[in-house]
């Protein structure tokens, strides 16, 4: 029989700073103050607390952090860092305009096939950075609003990276406590993915039917130089040998980081003309700084054993049905995702998962339907994901600049639009889950791509 946990005063501490913690994360847009202060403040006071209750310390802090998604963050936006300059980018965005010769569904599909191209290796906030500026200069030139392609790309980025290990910091994080490898993930999330990703094109379609039919009174005809041909033409080379290494990491036994950080070391020897300041410029430490913090207030709940407490409510309804507790942890994860930022609910969940299966309960599919829940989820609001954030931001900069008001993407036109794209994927990956759940619920050690599908 299962011992029942009670209650006590480091659980009790724990789960409160854990609380205010993550109400001063979710709620930065009112008080002003940057997530990642908010992170540093609950890893200190975790650390602090532990140490009198005796639950926690530096050391276990330090053990704690996932050095596997801090590392890979960091290298492969020092190889975004070096690629920017060279021109490559412009040169893409500027293409796809003057091949879709004026058709916007045409153009609005072309760009937000490149931005998930590059989500499935880089994270979502970093695609959406360098398209979001390219794309607001592209709608300008041909005079029609930018707020349809602004949109596009970030609910197309953040449902591609739901495919890859890579993709979003999410699947990063799940990957990395699991031992999830590359092609695991990618043999699992991928077809559910990219029928996520048609129905989200086909959402935008018919939403944004109207300004889609308008015909631009611009064009845009000019042709962009690359500024370091060269250099783009080398940082996709290492880009593509890091594609290969990422499927075989598992079987040579490397770490997702250890394939950045091989890939960036590359690169940098290779053109030898960039130097490490320039490379490491681009590089969101505040971002890495939340993840660290973020682990360290996690890892202090955990071996407090208020994660524990937690499970064990949720585990009656695990044992009783694995597949309707698969589909509810989806839905639930993307509301939540939605009405918060799906990272810290991520690392919440994960030790509950982790603790579960420490006690023996078969729950794979539930890991599957967390990356599927907080990946999708995402797209609901204008604070469901990072790269979200970024794209309101810059659509409220140009309304400023052009002191037009229309042009800004505000949190009602984002739940319109956003939100209806959120329930068709939802949905999609509901039936998946059904037809499939076989396949999502074989064991990790026994997983073939091979598995037979039915519920």
Known sequence: MTEVLVMNDSMMISGIILTITFIGIFTETFHGFHRAKFAMMGAILMIIAG?????????????????????????????????????????????????????????????????????????????????????????????????PFLLAAALLSDTGGVATL??????LMIGSAKGIDFNTFVIHMGGMTFAAWIVVLGVL????????????????????????????????????????LFTVHHSIGWEPWMVSAAGLTLLVFIARRVEMDHAMEDVEIPLLIFFISLFIVVGGVEHSGFLRYIGQFILPYVKEDL????????WVAAVLSAAIDNIPFTAAMIPILLGMEAQGIHVAPLWWALAAGVGMGGN??????????YIVTISERLAKRENDPSLAITPWIWFRYG??????????????????????NAPFDTIAPTASPGH
């Open 419 to 440: 939100s209806p794209a959120m329930v068709a994927t939802l949905i999609v990956c509901t039936i998946i889950f059904y037809f499939f759940f076989d396949f999502y």
């Open 380 to 389: 609901g609001t204008h604070i469901g994901s990072t790269a979200n954030v």
């Open 205 to 244: 379609r018919w939403l944004f039917r109207k300004e889609m039919a308008i015909v631009p009174e611009g064009s845009f005809d000019e042709k962009v130089e690359y500024k370091d041909r060269k250099l783009w033409n080398q940082s996709l080379l290492v880009l593509g040998l890091m594609v290969v």
């Open 51 to 147: 140490q009198y209750y005796g639950f926690y310390d530096s050391k276990l802090a330090v053990h704690a952090i996932d050095w596997n998604v801090v590392f890979l963050l960091g290298c492969m936006m020092a190889i975004v860092s070096i690629m920017i300059p060279t021109g490559g980018f412009e040169a893409m965005a500027h293409y796809m305009a003057r091949v879709s010769k004026g058709r916007q569904f045409m153009l609005l599909t072309l760009l937000g096939s490149a931005v998930t191209g590059l989500s499935l290796l880089l994270d979502n906030v970093t695609t959406v950075v360098i398209f979001g500026p390219l794309i607001i200069l592209i709608a300008r030139a041909m005079k029609v609003t930018p707020i």
């Open 166 to 171: 890579v993709g979003d910091p999410p699947n």
């Open 323 to 330: 597949f309707t507790a698969t589909i509810v942890l989806m």
